[in-house]
């Protein structure tokens, strides 16, 4: 019989000797009362950005979207199958979440191929080229900068899409309304996996500074 | 100022001085080399059931696409915006994993919503009602199943929907062949959160099964 | 002569030397003081689901009925001969148990016959078509399900059939009154033989869950 | 919420510790071979004579069917729900068992209750009253019998019930066929609470006699 993969059986035998022993009562707690997470965060699939690890949240903490990019998509209510979309409304009108975050990070492979010019769809449906489309605007603007090095346009393009991400979170009727009443707060975030540092977005300003920790 | 959620920062500043100080080679590394993740994972958004937390996964480890009750749509070559199944491309083509894990979980709020028969649409465009449809045939079966309970029912469908996500991933070509092949190996799970059980997905049966551990 | 099984005298010989030897002033003082077990346990004739081995029970503790698919019929004061409810009667009138557990298990045989659509009388009789035709309802809406896997639909068919055995010690007029006067209390308990857990039915939920032990 | 009963939950601590965590890869086995016991037995619901603890049972060993007073009721396919003749029809169709005991024992209940010339219905159904009814006959004979002690008519009947009920057996057609053709044996056990002591019925005689181990 093919076998379950052996480092997460490893990994989860950890978990139960480990976190799980020590938690026990606070995972039989959140089955039982549900979860409410106080911030969805808006994360990158890619492998060494889990936001998990990074804000060292436990069970219940956070509510996770994760794809490449960390992208939102504008609000499109066409009737077609949406899991962003549907992820954003279930945090925002059955959770209430108070705090959204879109947290982006270095060295993104998606956002490297929208900057690549000869990027070639990967099959015929192409649906990371149509995904990274949404940045497509920003990506020509930054690609055709030719006195950035390739590694500053990527972060650029990283931060880039943060904010447009946040924009398309606007574009959600809910979630404007929401925001003007100051009842749910949008953020932007930044890792960097080589140093570890985290960046998070000036509301007033939409720059990325070093918070004081 | 309006400022980053401080449980974020909190959990941030422990992960510097913990996590990130034992493995800041391994991330300098993650980052100069680029990522080579063994498993994709497609885990549900709940903020108990984060993969990270129970495969013990370090930095590198897991690609993670997260969106309500961990779904795979079926393949739609069709030009809108597709946040799973572009993911799923970059996974596959891209960082070439060998293995897939459809991971659902015990109480889902997605799929109890699915099988509400009184469900109202959350918005106008209803994007949680359009995206649990995907389990729609199968709820419906479940449904009107009067005698086993509310939790029985939930927790059937909950399995059923990842055997469906399984099946849907078969329908993208290249995930089809490769699997042929013997490249690609396509694995359901299913985490307790009250308990912390494991349950994974028997090959051949598709029964979900308790692994030695 | 024919003799009697050997596999039964060498165990007899082992409960000689060693169970009975270390409780030979139990034995006798039940002997002489008479059974006043705390528990009527309703068990499969499963051979591996004897209630005995899985409470580790001593002498004098669990009074049991066995038969096939641990089932109790409705209450039928019609002058035949009914085997289960003669022994219920015992246990509740003479022995006045406070407990009585319906104990189910899981890959149980009669079960799994009454999810067969293509099963034969097995004699013109036909006992256990007869006494399987008690969950038949339920087997029904159950076999209909097709998105549920042949091993998910017995285990759902083994949990309402419990379901249905305790709904049915209601129907004898005593065992109601003193349920309802709080002398008398109804569990469900399930097995599984692969795993050795124990599931245990919540009283007010009815549904299956494992214990704190 | 209602408790399941501590002396249980304490017991199967005692089962996972000791005899499963011991005989894990026999269970495990047994589930996915299925059960193939070479025994059938008929005893008493009475707590202090389970076969499994007399015969040193293990789990897959012995098909047990327990009712009150460990009898067989003849023949009656009459479309009613025939408890121990459905799990009989499963032991000897199905399971193929070779060897078929009936075991009585001593101090038993039901049979104090026959000899009772007193015996008051203990319900409008009476079941006890009819299910006892199957060794009316013998009873009254013995009943009848004022040279013997009280103690000693009880033993008397023990045994001609246990011969009763495999004279019933013999009422089933195909466990005739088989007993003729070699392929099934009949057994008939009594067990001494008090001292221990097992007897078995000689095949010939049908006195019961001591066997040597």
New interface residues.
């Given amino acids: 019989?093919?076998r379950?993969?052996n480092?997460?059986?490893d990994?989860?035998?950890?978990?139960?000797n480990?976190?799980?022993a020590d938690a026990?009562d606070r995972?039989?707690q959140?089955?039982?009362n549900?979860?409410s997470?106080?911030?969805l965060v808006i994360a990158c699939?890619?492998?060494?950005a889990?936001p998990?690890?990074?804000?060292?949240?436990?069970?219940?903490?956070?509510?996770?979207?994760?794809?490449?990019a960390n992208?939102v998509?504008p609000?499109?209510?066409?009737?077609?199958?949406?899991?962003?979309?549907?992820?954003?409304?279930?945090?925002v009108?059955?959770?209430k979440v108070s705090?959204i975050?879109v947290m982006g990070h270095?060295?993104c492979?998606?956002i490297r191929?929208a900057l690549d010019p000869n990027a070639e769809p990967?099959?015929?449906?192409?649906?990371?080229g149509?995904?990274?489309s949404?940045v497509k605007p920003a990506a020509e603007q930054i690609q055709s900068n030719d006195v950035m090095t390739a590694a500053e346009r990527q972060t650029a393009l990283e931060r880039v899409s943060i904010r447009n991400s946040i924009n398309n979170l606007r574009s959600f009727?809910?979630i404007k309304a929401l925001e003007e009443a100051g009842k749910i707060?949008l953020?932007g975030?930044w890792f960097?996996?080589?140093?570890?540092e985290?960046w998070?977005m000036?509301?007033?300003t939409r720059d990325f500074i070093r918070?004081e920790?």
């Fill in positions: 019989m093919q379950f993969p480092p997460l059986l990994g989860y035998r950890n978990f139960m480990g976190r799980y026990r995972y039989r959140l089955a039982e549900g979860q997470p106080h911030t699939s890619d492998s060494r889990a998990e690890l990074i804000f060292d949240a436990g069970p219940g903490e956070l509510f996770v979207i994760r794809n490449v992208m998509p609000y499109e209510p066409d009737g077609h199958f949406h899991s962003t979309s549907a992820a954003l409304e279930f945090a009108q059955v959770l705090d975050v270095g060295r492979g998606g191929s990967l099959s015929p449906g192409d649906f990371i149509r995904w990274m949404l009727p809910d707060h953020h975030a960097d996996i080589s140093t570890g985290l998070v000036d509301a007033e918070p920790i």
